[in-house]
């Protein structure tokens, strides 16, 4: 589903993000990225939506090289990846449902279909009442339900999330968890930034390890250290 | 993907609504330097209606009766045939019935009334010598030859006019091209504006995977729209002043020089044509800089 053949990135000023990095990951894996702040990880997940290019390197995206894609087909690799932020990024003028819709409207969807599938996916997240609030009248931790809700409303392959639960307490986090588990079960790849050592312990995934933008460590069903 | 009509428009509206006083400002900018352009372009089009026999140096014009026989005119050809004389065209009388209806496009009743036989043909002089005194007695010698009616010289008025229109257009013209520059960047800045407001929608668009053109259609319209309306303005602005303008003119009678100076009703829409063109331009120029500048993938 994914493959970084020797990516290496480095930002201005040689600022080395990624160093030959390959890694694969395959269809409907969960993998923890871990690793100190700087390590990498943040820019390993924007080069997977392209919103930076690799210096060096190749990188497949469902069997495409998405180095040879032109500017104007980004957007339908996007489609194809959700994403998840630790500040959740939601428009606070927009209801819960209106933040959901604005993913699929803007994507062209028609509206019958819009109309079938918010309401849908917000019982799925577990926010089936709350769709006529505005985010500042949410947790932190429904917010995030709703921007996973929007991440992956549009049903996509893989789902990327950058450290979801680093503003979220504990019991919230491990109910994040638990969803992204539930997505990860209906096939859709999961790579997930994370500094929350008991979720990783716990959940006892594969763990890629970066450290100063080197892959130090690659382990199936991993612990954070 | 087909652009959803209704969200454009609905975009469209709330950007516009959000930055109002800046978008009056573009608007009103791009109002102003077109009513002046709009001003501009019919002056120097009835100016150059009214002089255009005056045109290529002619000094002089020898209106010939319109029953002179041929012997009689080509006596004057050949009295025209001088050194003294740089180049001669003659008009005769269809053209000069062209010339007629061309200068009094926007009178009918008068058109209705003149047939090219009773229109007078003439030669259209252009001497050697340009200064007034030797125009003076070059002319005097036609005057009363046999089958000349008259011989009338450019006077000093209409090379004034000329001077004048000259002058004044440039000077409009380059007032109204740095107020369209003030206009593209007013414009340009609205819907950078615009674009900073929306920042974040941008990017939640740009993470699902909203393709560019969505992103920029409702930001396109927003300029071409501030544009287009003050054309609107600007054409709505010259059409109401014209009736004031006509009615402040001295009358045919006192002074026939400005008869025709109210350009026909033909000229006037293409002019407006034009007007409406280029603030449409002027909108999508700012438009297209600021989404091009500020909406990066």
Known sequence: ?225 | MPIKVDYAARETASNLKRNFTITLASILTVFVSLFLVGFSLLFRQGVEKTTERWRGGIEFIVFLSPTANPDQIDAVRTALDSPEIEKVTFVDQNAAYDEFRELFKSQPDLLQSVTPDILPPSFRVVPRDKDARTVEDLSAQFRGKPGVKEVVSATETIKLVQKITNWATWAITGVALVLLGVAVLLILNTIRMAMYARRREIEVMKLVGATNSFIRVPFMLEGLIQGAAGAALAVGGLVVSIPFAERSLPSATEFPLFSGIIPATGDRMVTYVLIVIVGCLVGAAGAGAAVSRFLDV
């Not at chain 1, 890694?23 to 997940?45: A, P, R």
């Not at chain 1, 933008?213 to 069903?221: F, K, N, W, Y």
Request: aromatic fraction near 6%.
């Open chain 1, 1 to 225: 589903m994914i493959k970084l053949e020797e990516v290496t990135k480095i930002y201005k000023g040689d600022v080395v993000a990624l160093r030959n990095a390959t890694i694969e990951v395959n269809k409907g894996e969960f993998v923890f990225l871990v690793g100190t702040s700087g390590s990498g990880k943040s820019t390993l997940l924007r080069l997977l939506n392209k919103e930076e290019q690799p210096t060096k390197g190749r990188i497949f995206v469902a069997g495409k090289d998405i180095g040879e894609l032109s500017s104007w087909k980004v957007p339908f690799l996007r489609r194809n990846i959700g994403c998840v932020f630790q500040d959740f990024k939601l428009l606070t003028n927009k209801t819960v449902a209106e933040n959901v819709a604005f993913a699929l409207e803007v994507i062209g969807r028609p509206r019958p279909v819009i109309k079938a599938q918010v309401p849908a996916i917000l019982d799925l997240v577990g926010l089936g009442t709350k769709s006529e609030n505005f985010p500042h009248e949410l947790s932190g931790g429904e917010q995030q339900r709703v921007s996973i809700a929007r991440a992956f409303v549009n049903r996509p392959l893989i789902l990327l999330a950058d450290e979801p639960t680093g503003n979220l307490d504990p019991s919230t986090s491990v109910g994040i968890m638990r969803l992204l588990d539930r997505i990860n079960k209906t096939g859709t790849t999961v790579l997930m930034a994370t500094h929350d050592r008991s979720i990783v312990d716990t959940m006892r995934r594969r763990v890629i390890e970066l450290d100063h933008g080197e892959l130090i460590r690659d382990q199936a069903r991993g612990v954070y250290e």
